[in-house]
């Protein structure tokens, strides 16, 4: 997601907004059971605005950081 105008502060925020929706909606199952859904996500600002390939390297690379941290987390490089 691109959030423009927002700060990291905000980016995080909204983030962290999504992440609970998302842990909130658990899905059911074939066999009727509730199965819980997650997700985690990689917040990163760009600095230098023609360096947009950095902003997805660095976005990646935080989502990877959140995962290796314990899953359904938002993580900032």
Known sequence: ?????????GAVEIAERIREAVSRSGKES????I???TISAGVAC??????GHGLFR??????LAA???G???VAQI
């Open 1 to 9: 997601m691109i959030a423009p105008a927002t700060d990291d502060e």
């Open 30 to 33: 074939v066999d009727g059971r």
């Open 35 to 37: 199965v819980p859904v």
């Open 46 to 51: 760009l600095v230098d605005e023609s360096d």
């Open 58 to 63: 660095a976005a990646d690379s935080a989502l």
């Open 67 to 69: 995962k290796r941290a």
């Open 71 to 73: 899953r359904n987390r």
